[in-house]
């Protein structure tokens, strides 16, 4: 193997990090776009909003408005903007999504793409390497003989030994079974700066000149061949174009939380894609993965600094998707949000559990946008909305769970408190603290209908799409959106906890770290499952016992969200059950046309995952010893540390010092714990004088063995002999 088989001649570009606050920002004209579509969005949620509060004010002031009915109302109308905002997309949605089904072939590849490169690179952190590397061969083969020039680039910022060499196991199968027209890369990062943001930041001022496009894919990705020519088209035909994002559908569900989270994907997924991608146009998003970037737009317009202060909202930026899209826009290059582009998919979290892991690190990375918000100069504000929607979206659990709180509040005012009809000035009419019962009855049915209405437009998009009516049927497809409702209202209350957990946690300073998200299926132990249940439970224990002492009635008012809390424990458990998903799919309609009929980048991946089941990895004592096997792993580690002169790299140095003291191979690599082992694997140097070390012990150790149980060795040593 050739030492550059591994990873391309260096091709580099600069990645100047940019200005937020401070510095002067360069800005680019901008393509126009329709104004008319965002004010008609921002005008109808406005008046919806403006509605809703009216109401609630005419529900609240049958009299003077007391002081927690005037909290009451702020919280209101925080909350029903977010939900009045989410049905008029999903309106505007609706109506956009029924046009793409009436317009056939409305996007073709329509340029030649035969000279662009494009890297096809997959950031993976501790991952299944079975999983994802058949994921990268299958994805190299799907491109075998397409117009076009493509490799495939795996960056690794794996951390753990064991798994490092098992990703080299499999980059030698990789190389073995790859066709022989896209070249797979590897490279392994020494040093992981900056996380993903970090990792990304590596190969575009590494790698990025060699390429014109990057397609990023996360490590549960896939794209169908014909979805990627067309991306690529789609650059080749607009070179002010710097990014075009997908709506990547969720695939490969199995247990019964997985199944109800890839079904609304699927059917309500395209409603609201296809509204944001109506009113946002050349302003769209940036989700992170299953998207087509343009490498040097990236490299010139879109570094991030670090943020000031410490994590968890200084440091390195978690949700670095939102804020790349927003500079790639501020310097002028449109952001593109292809709705009507399909053959997109990814793998979501089997379990509630590893929902609220990730949700956990998202949280973080979103509540780090209000500095990006309040320093960034330069943002059109589109893009500035498009990161409040990122923020509110976890903000809005503790202020429903505040709205539950300040309601309760208000009863027992009302139940058990005194009124004091007069106050304390004079006057000749009585206050008195009642509300519009019948107005509230009605405010309560119009926003259960306008927070329902985006379901109802994905369940009458699955019946006019003739893929959803072909393959799984109207009355599978009406059965399923009853299922997924009912799995929707008991998990909501949940997350809500959740997440109100998550945001006091990043507000209060805890950092979330980084750890890789979990992706099978195997499930949790009911211990497990106690312990993540124990707040949402206790919650829901409490809100119930206070809402039953202040009335049955507004206990029953309250029970939606309460039962779920409650349950908390036993949903989590049962819906993390391959059962009753089968159950679910069988009975429920929890089906989607990727499960019936599935797409080739799934199904093939799938079968890739073969080729990698046999693999072990080495072990390092093993290694140590093998010169012949550290030589052929040379050139899959990758030489670039990113140290100053006389900055030292604390494990690597510790690794050196105790080989000094160790006295055999297997002691060394015994005692060293995994950053150690890591940073050795990193430093091929290190490992050949480390090995020379323990090789040059290991001949004398043996002969002296050989010395006391050989004849012929006792004839040679008279020493030996003359002691006896």
Not at 27 to 40: A, E
Not at 342 to 370: A, F
Not at 376 to 388: C, D, I, N, Q, Y
Not at 602 to 612: E, G, N
Request: aromatic share 10%; with cysteine.
């Amino acid at each position: 193997m050739t030492p550059h088989r591994a990873r391309p001649t260096e091709f580099p570009l600069t990645m100047p990090d940019q200005a937020f606050q401070t510095g002067r920002v360069e800005l680019r004209d901008r393509p126009k776009s329709y104004q008319w579509r965002k004010l008609f969005v921002l005008v109808a949620s406005l008046f919806l909003t403006g509605w809703a509060t009216r109401e609630m004010y005419g529900v609240l002031a049958v009299s003077s408005l007391t002081i927690l009915e005037w909290v009451l109302l702020v919280i209101f109308v925080m909350n029903i903007s977010w939900v009045c905002y989410a049905f008029v997309n999903a309106t505007v949605g609706f109506v956009a999504a029924v046009a793409t089904l009436l317009k056939r072939n409305r996007y073709e590849a329509c340029c030649d793409i035969s000279t662009a490169r494009t890297a096809i690179t997959f950031p993976i952190y501790n991952e299944d390497v079975e999983h994802v590397f058949a994921t990268v061969l299958s994805t190299a083969r799907l491109m075998s003989g397409a117009s076009g020039q493509f490799e495939c680039f795996i960056l690794s910022d794996t951390t753990d030994p064991d798994i490092a060499l098992l990703e080299e196991a499999g980059f030698r199968e990789l190389l073995r079974n790859a066709p022989a027209d896209v070249a797979i890369r590897y490279r392994r990062r020494t040093m992981n700066i900056d996380r993903k943001a970090g990792n990304i930041r590596d190969f575009v001022t590494r790698w990025g000149g060699r390429y014109d496009y990057m397609i990023v894919y996360d490590a549960d990705s896939y794209m169908e061949r014909r979805t990627i020519l067309k991306l690529v088209a789609g650059m080749q035909a607009a070179p002010r174009t710097g990014l075009i994002q997908t709506i990547p559908q969720l695939v490969g569900a199995r247990t019964l939380f997985a199944r109800a989270q890839q079904f609304a994907s699927a059917l309500y997924g395209p409603v609201l894609g296809h509204g944001i991608a109506w009113w946002a146009q050349k302003e769209g998003n940036f989700w992170g993965h299953n998207a087509i970037i343009r490498v040097q737009a990236l490299a010139e317009s879109a570094g991030l600094p670090i943020m000031p202060g410490r994590a968890p909202l200084g440091g390195a930026i978690l949700s670095h998707d939102f804020v790349e899209a927003a500079l790639l826009r501020r310097a002028g290059w449109n952001v593109d949000i292809r709705a009507d582009l399909k053959g997109s998919y990814e793998e979501g979290p089997p379990t509630m559990i590893d929902l609220v892991v990730r949700d956990r690190r998202w949280c973080q990375g979103n509540m780090q946008h209000m500095a990006v918000l309040l320093k960034t100069r330069g943002l059109t504000w589109t893009s500035r909305f498009h990161l409040v929607t990122g923020i509110f979206s976890y903000l809005a659990s503790p202020l429903w769970l505040i709205f539950i709180t300040v309601g309760m509040l208000l009863s027992l005012q009302n139940t058990f408190m005194l009124p004091n009809y007069f106050g304390d000035s004079a006057s000749l009419f009585p206050t008195w603290p009642v509300i519009d019962s019948e107005r509230a009855l009605g405010l309560f049915i119009a926003t259960m209908a306008i927070l329902f209405a985006p379901k109802l437009y994905g369940m009458l998009y699955g019946l006019l799409s003739s893929e959803w009516r072909r393959s799984v049927g109207m009355v599978r497809t009406v059965a399923g959106v009853v299922t997924e409702i009912v799995i929707s209202v008991l998990i909501a209350p949940i997350l809500m906890a959740t997440q109100t957990s998550a945001v006091i946690s990043v507000l209060s300073g805890r950092d979330s770290g980084w750890s890789p998200q979990a992706r099978s299926e195997g499930g949790y132990g009911l211990k497990t499952v106690l312990r993540h249940s124990l707040f949402p439970t206790l919650l829901g224990l409490f809100l119930t016992i206070a809402s039953v002492a202040i009335s049955p009635v507004y206990a029953a008012w309250l029970a939606p969200a309460t039962v779920g809390l409650i349950l908390s424990a036993p949903i989590t458990f049962i819906t993390a059950k391959k059962g009753a998903g089968r159950l679910a799919a069988k009975f429920g309609g929890l089906v989607t046309p990727a499960e019936i009929d599935p797409p080739q980048s799934y199904s093939s991946a799938a079968a890739a995952q073969f080729t990698f089941a046999a693999l072990k990895p080495e072990r390092l004592q093993y290694l140590i010893l093998d010169r012949a096997r550290q030589v052929a792993r040379d050139a899959f580690v990758d030489p670039y540390w990113p140290l100053r002169q006389y900055d030292v790299h604390e494990p690597l140095a510790m690794a050196r010092a105790r080989a000094e003291r160790a006295t055999s191979a297997y002691e060394f690599a015994t005692l060293l714990p995994p950053k150690e082992k890591m940073a050795l694997l990193n430093s091929t140097k290190d490992l050949h004088a480390i090995s020379f070390k323990f090789s040059s012990i290991r001949p004398k150790t043996a002969n002296r063995v050989d010395t006391s149980s050989t004849p012929s060795a006792k004839r040679r040593n008279p020493s030996k002999r003359h002691q006896r």
